[in-house]
Each structure stands twice: as C-alpha cells, then as structure tokens.
T-cell receptor, first 112, second 111 residues
Framework: GQSLEQPSEVTAVEGAIVQINCTYQTSGFYGLSWYQQHDGGAPTFLSYNALDGLEETGRFSSFLSRSDSYGYLLLQELQMKDSASYFC?????????????FGSGTRLLVRP | DGGITQSPKYLFRKEGQNVTLSCEQN?????MYWYRQDPGQGLRLIYYSQIVNDFQKGDIAEGYSVSREKKESFPLTVTSAQKNPTAFYLC??????????FGEGSWLTVV
C-alpha cells in the first residue's frame, strides 16, 4: 500500500523559516507534490518534485530525496497568511494511473 | 473562466436518503477525482476516473458511487449505505497527474 507521514502541527514566528517534512512509502513513485489549504477552503498547488534536489518558487522551496523516500517544504520569511494546512501527495505509478494519495497534513500556525 | 464547479456548496441529508454532488470542469482534463475530508483531517480518495466511462475505487469507496458519462462531469452519489457521510467533499481534475486542481468543495451534513 501507500502511506505518507507528516508532522501534525508546526508553530513558527512571523519572518522566520520553517520546514515541513514528508516521508512516503509507495510501490511505485512518480513525484511528490505539496498543497496548501486554508480553513474552509480548497487545497491549492504549491510545488512538484520529480527529481532529487531543491525546487524554488518565491518564498517556498521543496526538496526531494528519492533514495530516502523523503521530501520537505521550506517556507521562508513567514507571513501571517501562511497559517494554513500543508499536504504532501504522491502519484502512485503501479498501474500507470493518475491516482494521487495525500498525507494527513501539517497545520502551520504563524505567530506574530 | 476555466475551472471546476461543485454544487451545491451546502447539502443536508436525512437518514436513509441518497444525495448526489455535482462536479463539472471546463479545463479539458482527462482525470477527475473525489476526496473526502473530515474536520482537521487529511484528504482521502473516494473514486477517480482517468477516461470517460471508466473509474476506479479509491481507499474509501464503500457507500459511494460515481459515473463518468462525459469528460466534463463526474458526479458523486452518497448512498444510504454510507453510515457517516458528514464531511467536506472535494472534486478535482488533472491533465497529467502531477498537479490537480480542486473545486471549492461541498459540505454535507446528516440531519
């Protein structure tokens, strides 16, 4: 089967840097995605890693190590509006499907 | 504008009643998905479809049914067999499986 593990909650101060980790277990692996969800809203796409290394998009960066089945999302210069839940997700390629499985999410609280 | 439209936004179901949640997309995406989210929890896959007239069960398909008669539409029926249906339901679509786009969601409550 497939599983993803993330910390349930992270707290950080405005202006700081925070890292949200994700470890995964899948029979096949295509790539690791990250999504942000504010309370009551729909998840929105943040980043995608198919290859090892760091991908940077503005204040957000995402890292992948396929050999360690591990990735993280790095948020810099934290703002209050970054308070939200963050989900990692993997696409399982066992049957060449577009099946996308999500982790349980990490709730980030940014304090003033 | 292109996007995914879910309706209704809020729905109340009586015990023993079937209800259908609508999902329409005009993004020309092949793949569509239904996820369930309980308060403070993650997203769990109910069903997904990669092409018209074909769909696959996700991790929590029991008590739900879907159809994919048109590329644009992927309605979800919550049947009376689903004993605890109160949740936030999210429809999504994707062209590649790398990135999926979500609708605004539908809140279902059992009364």
């Amino acid at each position: 089967g497939q599983s993803l593990e993330q910390p349930s909650e992270v707290t950080a101060v405005e202006g700081a840097i925070v890292q949200i980790n994700c470890t995964y277990q899948t029979s096949g692996f295509y790539g690791l995605s990250w999504y942000q969800q504010h309370d009551g809203g729909a998840p929105t796409f943040l980043s995608y890693n198919a290859l090892d290394g760091l991908e940077e998009t503005g204040r957000f960066s995402s890292f992948l190590s396929r050999s360690d089945s591990y990735g993280y999302l790095l948020l810099q210069e934290l703002q209050m509006k970054d308070s939200a839940s963050y989900f990692c997700a993997v696409r399982d390629l066992r049957d060449s499907s577009y099946k996308l499985i999500f982790g349980s999410g990490t709730r980030l609280l940014v304090r003033p | 504008d292109g996007g995914i439209t879910q309706s209704p936004k809020y729905l109340f179901r009586k015990e023993g009643q079937n209800v259908t949640l609508s999902c329409e997309q005009n993004l020309n995406h092949d793949a569509m998905y239904w996820y369930r989210q309980d308060p403070g929890q993650g997203l769990r896959l109910i069903y997904y479809s990669q092409i018209v007239n074909d769909f696959q069960k996700g991790d929590i398909a029991e008590g739900y049914s879907v159809s994919r008669e048109k590329k644009e539409s992927f309605p979800l029926t919550v049947t009376s067999a689903q004993k605890n249906p109160t949740a936030f339901y999210l429809c999504a679509s994707s062209s590649t499986g790398k990135t999926i786009y979500f609708g605004e969601g539908s809140w279902l409550t059992v009364v």
